[in-house]
């Protein structure tokens, strides 16, 4: 009888043992795998805020929003707080890393349904949206609208993302044929949005072709157009470039912003996921899906 209750005594032992070391290799220390996040904005010279971000880790990896709002009194707010709340709450819900692109698709359709439904289809408020995953070292990616996706690697800030603008648009018909050298040089300047959320007519989003593989150092930038259309690019990398965490940088880019002469400022929202010296482990990293 004693033989037995040791026996079992000792199962349960290797069990908790078996148990803890399954725990450890799925669950990495928060140093090893949580890269470094910033976040910062501004009301630029606007009377209403209507930029919103965010950014959430799960035991699946990590997840980082940015949304632009616009429209008439605090439509543009609204659509935007709408936009990132759709992300965050299926994000939360879904293992979204096991189908990234529907997990993209799924959300940016909620998020456009949902701000159709408190706002209606009279221009009252719209958003574009970008949003990013990062699991095991590699970057998915999606938006709407003209929210900027990039990378900052060895120096440079390289585009990921193209947007959804009159201008991009000219430049992909140019290619396809369709209009013009001179039509599509006529439209190259113009901003104004084809495709964004609070629409009827809601197109599909622009979608990552492969995973991005982050690089020791990468900085994965989301940022709004208040940011890339006042500030150059040397003067972000600059900023990127420099010591010190993505917190910092945030801080400092908008402060670029706020520093710059220009009267009428736009909101401008910046998001960085800094991979730092950490990104082999996390590329190793085992996380529960």
Do not use: W
């Amino acid at each position: 009888m004693d033989n037995c209750f040791f026996m079992i005594g000792l199962l349960a032992v290797c069990v908790l043992i078996l148990d803890t070391i399954r725990l450890y290799i799925r669950y990495p220390s928060k140093k090893e795998r949580m890269p470094d996040i910033g976040k910062s904005m501004t009301i630029g010279g606007r009377e209403v805020q209507e930029d919103q971000i965010g950014s959430m880790e799960t035991a699946a990896g990590i997840m980082a929003v940015l949304a632009d709002g616009a429209g008439k009194a605090y439509g543009g707010r609204i659509a935007s707080r709408i936009a990132v709340d759709a992300c965050m709450d299926i994000f939360r819900d879904y293992n979204a890393f096991h189908n990234p692109q529907y997990f993209f698709r799924k959300a940016f359709h909620r998020a456009n349904k949902e701000i159709l439904k408190v706002l209606g289809d009279d221009s009252r408020g719209s958003a574009s949206l970008g949003c990013v995953m990062i699991r095991a070292g590699l970057l998915y990616y999606a938006l709407v609208g003209n929210v900027k996706i990039c990378v900052y690697r060895e120096g440079n800030l390289i585009p990921v993302s193209s947007g959804h603008t009159i201008a991009v648009l000219a430049e992909q018909k140019f290619h396809e044929g369709i209009i013009s050298r001179q039509d599509a040089i006529r439209l190259l300047e113009n901003k104004r949005l084809y495709n964004y959320l609070g629409q009827d007519g809601f197109k599909d989003i622009e979608l990552f072709d492969a995973p991005v593989r982050m690089k020791q150092d990468d900085i994965v930038v989301l940022m709004s157009d208040g940011i890339y259309e006042l500030l150059g690019a040397r003067e972000i990398e600059a900023i990127l470039g420099q010591k010190g965490d993505c917190q910092q940088k945030a801080y400092d880019i908008i402060e670029l912003v706020n520093q710059n002469p220009k009267e009428e400022k736009d909101n401008a929202s910046i998001v960085l996921i800094g991979m730092g010296d950490k990104v082999k482990a996390y590329e190793k990293a085992k996380f529960r899906i």
